[in-house]
């Protein structure tokens, strides 16, 4: 049952993120300095993957998981383009 | 914590790794055509036109009555030369062209007098050709009297050099009234001299305005650091005028997405001075050339080839122009970044 409620959060996580839309340029100020959109969902995407593997492995989800590289960078690309689409995508 | 096994391979595990990664792969896909087919830059610049404040004539600063990011309406004024000059000048133009009239009232009473003396000639011609026809008749009346001796052939002989001294006196009262009437002339050379010192003084004055700038669009005052005393030469930049009248955002985009934008597409633009609030604009034209090192060289030169071997040629992004509606204007400042979205964006819905 825990298992069950937990799975779709991982995905629905970026459906999440994207809706509460941040008003403004894709760019932002860090230090002084602008560092573009996709940066910032590259990084969301990275620590997305990490988060899976690690809700998974405490879930025993990964057990049943094989070829796990290609599957959590997978995951994380797959947050991290969502995240673009939802949050600056035309 | 029981330890995964990393070698497992279930038909489950399998399936979802396949179909994460070709969620993977379509997401990818879908997005970079998206990417192409709603252009954006973040390195764009807020852009605008400016006017180099010079005056055409130069001299010394007599007045500045605006500041350093100061907002100047059109036809403000912005400074002032010292006029003298130009006045004296001015002055001395109007003597000038007194001067001319006045020959010209002097050659219109020559005129008078040479015409009066043609016309004299004319008369004195007449009568030489009066007396010359009486001279001729007498000479015929006489001819056959003297033949016939009822008179002296003295006086036949008198009336035939006085008729050739009135053939001599006709030609020249002829030639006499000719030069005349060709000394007569016209006005032409003092006309001419009375519209070139008009033209002198219509100079003068034309330098004299321009000791006075005004304000040709509205705008700010920018790179202003002299004060009054300050002596400029002609056509010496004072300072720089940023005209007000029209705000762009130059976006350089690549080459290969350059076919989804036309001009009038909308544009969303955001100033980073405030990147929260979202500038509309139309994308106004795309530039139509950029200089690029391949091309480099002297002009008449031999081109500049570079022995190389690229495999990968980075694209060229040629600058497209945005003109941005009427907005803050706290957030218009030419060169500040600006982050163009083309046909998407926040303004554009």
């Known amino acids: 049952m825990l298992r069950l409620s937990i799975r779709p959060f991982g995905i629905s996580s970026a459906l999440l993120l994207g809706g509460c839309t941040v008003q403004g340029a894709p760019s932002f100020s860090l230090v002084g300095a602008y560092f573009p959109d996709w940066m910032l969902c590259g990084m969301i995407g990275i620590a997305a993957a990490v988060s899976l593997r690690v809700v998974f492995v405490l879930t025993g989800v990964d057990a049943i998981l094989s070829l796990r590289l290609f599957t959590y960078l997978s995951l994380g690309v797959i947050t991290a383009l969502l995240t673009w689409l939802l949050w600056f995508g035309p | ?349």
Request: overall charge neutral; charged content about 20%.
């Open chain 2, 1 to 349: 914590m029981k330890k995964v096994s990393l070698s497992t391979t279930s038909p489950i595990g399998l399936a979802i790794a396949a179909v994460c990664i070709l969620g993977a792969i379509g997401l990818g896909v879908y997005v970079s055509r998206q990417d192409s087919a709603y252009p954006s830059s973040d390195s764009g610049s807020i852009d605008a036109e400016v006017v180099h404040m010079a005056s055409t004539v130069g001299g010394r600063l007599i007045a500045l009555p605006v500041h350093v990011n100061q907002a100047v309406k059109k036809g403000d004024l912005l400074y002032r030369l010292d006029p003298e000059p130009y006045e004296l000048a001015v002055h001395q133009a109007e003597a000038n062209l007194a001067l001319a009239a006045a020959e010209v009232e002097n050659q219109k009473r020559l005129l008078a007098v040479k015409t009066a003396n043609a016309a004299v000639a004319e008369d004195q011609a007449t009568r030489a050709q009066t007396n010359h026809d009486l001279a001729a008749r007498t000479v015929e009346r006489l001819k056959p009297l003297a033949g016939h001796a009822y008179i002296p052939w003295q006086q036949y002989d008198q009336a035939r050099v006085a008729l050739n001294d009135a053939a001599i006196s006709l030609s020249q009262s002829h030639q006499q009234a000719d030069a005349a009437q060709i000394a007569i002339g016209d006005l032409k050379s003092s006309l001419a001299a009375q519209q070139a010192a008009q033209a002198m003084l219509d100079q003068a004055r034309y330098a004299l305005r321009q000791t006075t700038v005004v304000a040709p669009t509205d705008g700010y005052v920018t790179s202003l650091r002299v004060k009054e005393g300050e002596i400029l030469a002609p056509s010496q930049v004072l300072f720089t005028l940023i005209a007000n009248d029209a705000w762009y955002a130059s976006a350089n985009i690549r080459e290969i997405t350059l076919p989804a934008i036309t001009p009038g597409d909308c544009a969303t633009v955001y100033s980073m001075i405030d990147r929260r609030t979202p500038l509309r604009g139309h994308v106004e034209s795309i530039g139509w050339g950029v200089a690029s090192l391949e091309s480099a060289g002297l002009a008449r030169g031999l081109p500049l080839v570079p022995r190389e071997m690229d495999w990968v040629h980075v694209a060229q992004r040629f600058p497209v122009r945005i003109r941005l509606d009427p907005a803050d204007p706290r957030l218009l400042r030419l060169g500040a970044t600006a982050t163009v979205e083309i046909r998407h964006g926040e303004a554009c819905h």
